[in-house]
């Protein structure tokens, strides 16, 4: 098994910068995509950014050239830098990843417990 725990999450007035980790630990044969999603009150789980283990990234619309995905291979870990936050980026930030816990099994998809970010002044 793998788990995932997030930190970084905090309260941050509108258009200040926040970073948040995930560092991922267990049983860990190889790691493939990592992302980050994050769920607002009353609303879906939505795909924020992800990257491949060969560094391709992807982002939302609405976070494009403000946030930032980045992993630490040798560290099992992803981060998401966040500037010039909005009130409407608040949400519960959640951690994914796809990984194998070992040579033999399939890859399956993991998540993280969430770390609450708050954007407001």
């Known amino acids: 098994q793998v788990q995932l725990v997030e930190s970084g999450g905090d309260l941050v007035q509108p258009g200040g910068s926040l970073t948040l980790s995930c560092a991922a630990s267990g049983s860990i044969f190889r790691i493939f995509d990592m992302a980050w999603y994050h769920q607002a009150p009353g609303k879906q789980r939505e795909l924020v950014a992800t990257?491949?283990?060969?560094?391709?990234?992807t982002y939302a619309d609405s976070v494009k050239g403000r946030f930032t995905i980045s992993r630490d291979i040798m560290k099992n870990t992803v981060y998401l830098q966040m500037n010039k936050l909005k009130p409407e980026d608040t949400a519960v930030y959640y951690c994914n990843a796809v990984a194998k816990s070992t040579e033999w099994t399939s890859a399956q998809n993991y998540w993280g417990q969430g770390t609450q970010v708050t954007v407001s002044s």
């Open positions: 990257m491949t283990r060969g560094g391709t990234t």
